[in-house]
């Protein structure tokens, strides 16, 4: 589940991709060093942005499953996934993807990542997500790593919201705005109680105590004129979920930030987890998927 509008993923998909971590990045693709197929599944597709961050650090022959309860972002997602492509086949069922040298076959799948976090059993050699993590509760991420940890998965989180915001310049309601923001943020988002800004640090511990090994690196949004469309968006989104948490009105604040863009952040984090006992697969593994 992604919970977002296409513009919205579209607009901030070049921030996304500029603050990845690329030394999380660059574990995720020494893990899968000379793997020729890889099956990876995408929870809270969304626009297909991860596919897009990640496929070209993978190997030549992918197939990917995007998981999302909104089929019309799924739509959104396969036709930007094809424009993306150097070429683009449709089948009835999945896209066919050439990028770059690499043949990447992507499904599209309706799903309720609250009931299952990941649907389908045993099917992938890598889980990933971007900005999925702060939106869910503890339970459901104590039900993920127990599916991660009994199908010897791999798993790859970009993006988790870690709590820090700021703009540029400063007004007096900053604080208030953001703090109503930030436990806003801990509402249900249909996952149980969302840990929000809590998110990144509280899923590292449960994996520690899961014997899964990890890789971590800040991801934050720096954002400055150039960037000024996205954050007006970010601060009407922030006034938005400031006042249905609080109750109070942030209309001045709103109105400040609708003319003033200088700068802009936003924290997050960056990880890769590993089973315990995983060894990495070889070059000479099938993918569990066939692509």
Not at 198 to 218: K, M
Not at 244 to 264: D, I, L, P, V, Y
Not at 281 to 287: D, F, T, V
Request: proline share 7%; charged share 25%; hydrophobic share 50%.
């Amino acid at each position: 589940m992604s919970g977002f509008d296409a513009d919205w993923l579209d607009l901030r998909e070049p921030a996304d991709h500029a603050a990845r971590s690329q030394d999380v990045l660059d574990a995720v693709a020494a893990a899968f060093e000379g793997r020729v197929g890889l099956a990876v599944a995408d929870l809270g597709a969304g626009s297909g942005s991860t596919l897009r961050a990640l496929a070209p650090r993978l190997g030549p022959a992918q197939s990917w499953t995007l998981f999302d309860h909104d089929p019309e972002l799924l739509r959104h997602a396969r036709v930007r996934l094809a424009a993306w492509a150097d070429l683009a086949e449709n089948r009835d069922d999945s896209l066919v993807l050439l990028r770059e040298g690499r043949r990447i076959q992507v499904r599209f799948a309706l799903a309720d990542l609250a009931a299952e976090p990941v649907p389908e059993e045993g099917a992938f050699d890598l889980v990933a997500c971007s900005a999925l993590l702060d939106l869910v509760g503890e339970s459901w991420m104590a039900r993920l790593l127990e599916r991660l940890r009994a199908s010897e998965t791999p798993f790859y989180a970009a993006l988790t919201y870690d709590g820090a915001k700021s703009f540029a310049p400063p007004h007096p309601d900053d604080a208030a705005a953001l703090g109503a923001f930030n436990r806003h943020q801990r509402t249900d988002k249909g996952f149980g109680p969302a840990l929000g800004g809590e998110a990144g640090a509280r899923f590292r511990a449960l994996a520690a105590a899961a014997g899964f090994r990890e890789a971590a690196g800040d991801s934050p949004w720096r954002l400055a004129e150039d960037d000024a469309p996205l954050i007006h968006a970010l601060a009407d989104g922030v006034a938005q979920a400031a006042e249905a948490a609080s109750g109070a009105s942030f209309a001045a604040w709103r109105a400040f930030r609708a003319e003033a863009a200088a700068a802009a952040a936003v924290g997050h984090v960056d990880l890769f987890v590993t089973p315990p006992g995983w060894p990495g697969p070889s070059s000479s593994a099938p993918a569990r998927r066939p692509s």
